[in-house]
Nanobody, 126 residues
Framework: EVQLVESGGGLVQAGGSLRLSCAAS????????IAWFRQTPGKDREGISC???????HYADSVEGRFTISSDKAKNTVSLQMNNLKPEDAAVYYC????????????????????WGRGAPVTVSS
Protein backbone atom coordinates (compact mmCIF):
# COMPACT_ATOMS: atom_id res chain seq x y z
CA GLU A 1 0.00 0.00 0.00
CA VAL A 2 1.34 3.42 -0.96
CA GLN A 3 1.46 5.84 1.96
CA LEU A 4 2.12 9.57 1.80
CA VAL A 5 2.87 11.78 4.79
CA GLU A 6 3.13 15.55 4.46
CA SER A 7 5.11 17.84 6.74
CA GLY A 8 6.23 21.45 6.83
CA GLY A 9 2.99 23.41 6.75
CA GLY A 10 2.45 26.42 8.96
CA LEU A 11 1.99 30.17 9.15
CA VAL A 12 4.01 32.61 7.08
CA GLN A 13 3.74 36.27 6.17
CA ALA A 14 3.00 37.29 2.60
CA GLY A 15 6.22 37.35 0.63
CA GLY A 16 7.76 34.66 2.79
CA SER A 17 8.71 31.05 2.08
CA LEU A 18 7.77 27.60 3.27
CA ARG A 19 8.98 24.14 2.33
CA LEU A 20 6.62 21.18 2.29
CA SER A 21 7.80 17.60 2.24
CA CYS A 22 6.04 14.38 1.30
CA ALA A 23 7.48 11.12 2.57
CA ALA A 24 6.38 8.33 0.27
CA SER A 25 6.50 4.60 0.79
CA UNK A 26 5.05 1.42 -0.67
CA UNK A 27 5.76 1.85 -4.37
CA UNK A 28 6.43 -1.53 -5.97
CA UNK A 29 7.54 -0.34 -9.39
CA UNK A 30 9.53 2.46 -10.99
CA UNK A 31 6.76 4.14 -13.01
CA UNK A 32 5.13 6.58 -10.62
CA UNK A 33 4.54 10.26 -10.09
CA ILE A 34 4.00 12.43 -7.04
CA ALA A 35 2.05 15.65 -7.10
CA TRP A 36 1.00 18.47 -4.85
CA PHE A 37 -2.59 19.66 -4.73
CA ARG A 38 -4.19 22.31 -2.60
CA GLN A 39 -7.70 23.00 -1.46
CA THR A 40 -9.54 25.89 0.15
CA PRO A 41 -13.02 25.62 1.70
CA GLY A 42 -15.76 25.33 -0.89
CA LYS A 43 -13.41 24.74 -3.79
CA ASP A 44 -12.15 21.67 -5.62
CA ARG A 45 -8.62 20.48 -5.08
CA GLU A 46 -6.24 22.23 -7.44
CA GLY A 47 -3.23 20.45 -8.90
CA ILE A 48 -0.21 22.73 -8.61
CA SER A 49 2.93 20.69 -9.21
CA CYS A 50 3.95 17.19 -10.18
CA UNK A 51 7.13 15.22 -10.71
CA UNK A 52 7.50 11.86 -12.39
CA UNK A 53 9.95 9.15 -11.41
CA UNK A 54 12.16 10.07 -14.38
CA UNK A 55 12.21 13.74 -13.41
CA UNK A 56 9.60 15.38 -15.64
CA UNK A 57 8.09 18.35 -13.84
CA HIS A 58 4.81 20.18 -14.30
CA TYR A 59 3.48 23.35 -12.68
CA ALA A 60 0.15 25.08 -12.68
CA ASP A 61 0.27 28.63 -13.99
CA SER A 62 -0.72 29.95 -10.57
CA VAL A 63 2.55 28.82 -8.98
CA GLU A 64 5.09 28.60 -11.81
CA GLY A 65 8.10 30.75 -11.08
CA ARG A 66 7.41 30.82 -7.33
CA PHE A 67 7.19 27.14 -6.36
CA THR A 68 9.80 24.46 -7.02
CA ILE A 69 9.23 20.72 -6.75
CA SER A 70 12.10 18.32 -6.20
CA SER A 71 12.65 14.72 -5.25
CA ASP A 72 15.20 12.92 -3.11
CA LYS A 73 15.07 9.29 -4.16
CA ALA A 74 17.42 8.18 -1.43
CA LYS A 75 14.99 9.49 1.17
CA ASN A 76 11.82 8.72 -0.85
CA THR A 77 10.80 12.32 -0.34
CA VAL A 78 9.29 14.93 -2.64
CA SER A 79 9.53 18.55 -1.54
CA LEU A 80 7.75 21.71 -2.57
CA GLN A 81 9.67 24.94 -2.00
CA MET A 82 7.19 27.79 -1.94
CA ASN A 83 8.58 31.32 -2.30
CA ASN A 84 6.95 34.73 -2.48
CA LEU A 85 3.81 33.35 -0.89
CA LYS A 86 0.60 35.27 -1.37
CA PRO A 87 -2.57 35.27 0.76
CA GLU A 88 -4.32 33.37 -2.03
CA ASP A 89 -1.83 30.52 -1.59
CA ALA A 90 -3.33 29.75 1.81
CA ALA A 91 -4.86 26.28 1.66
CA VAL A 92 -4.51 22.72 2.82
CA TYR A 93 -1.77 21.18 0.72
CA TYR A 94 -2.03 17.50 -0.19
CA CYS A 95 0.54 15.08 -1.51
CA UNK A 96 -0.81 12.71 -4.15
CA UNK A 97 0.54 9.75 -6.06
CA UNK A 98 -0.26 7.67 -9.06
CA UNK A 99 1.58 4.88 -10.82
CA UNK A 100 1.61 2.76 -13.90
CA UNK A 101 -0.46 4.05 -16.81
CA UNK A 102 -2.08 6.76 -14.67
CA UNK A 103 1.16 8.42 -13.55
CA UNK A 104 1.54 10.69 -16.57
CA UNK A 105 -2.17 11.66 -16.73
CA UNK A 106 -2.00 12.79 -13.11
CA UNK A 107 0.87 15.11 -13.94
CA UNK A 108 -0.59 16.46 -17.17
CA UNK A 109 -4.29 16.64 -16.36
CA UNK A 110 -4.35 16.46 -12.56
CA UNK A 111 -6.58 13.41 -12.36
CA UNK A 112 -6.28 9.66 -11.82
CA UNK A 113 -4.88 10.06 -8.30
CA UNK A 114 -4.51 6.71 -6.60
CA UNK A 115 -3.30 7.75 -3.16
CA TRP A 116 -3.59 10.88 -1.04
CA GLY A 117 -1.81 12.16 2.01
CA ARG A 118 -3.76 13.68 4.89
CA GLY A 119 -2.81 17.25 4.09
CA ALA A 120 -0.76 20.05 5.62
CA PRO A 121 -2.32 23.47 6.27
CA VAL A 122 -0.58 26.59 5.02
CA THR A 123 -1.67 30.00 6.26
CA VAL A 124 -0.40 33.20 4.68
CA SER A 125 -0.96 36.43 6.56
CA SER A 126 -1.17 39.71 4.69
Amino acid sequence: EVQLVESGGGLVQAGGSLRLSCAASGFTGDDYAIAWFRQTPGKDREGISCITENGKIHYADSVEGRFTISSDKAKNTVSLQMNNLKPEDAAVYYCAASWGETAQPMCVRWYAIRSWGRGAPVTVSS
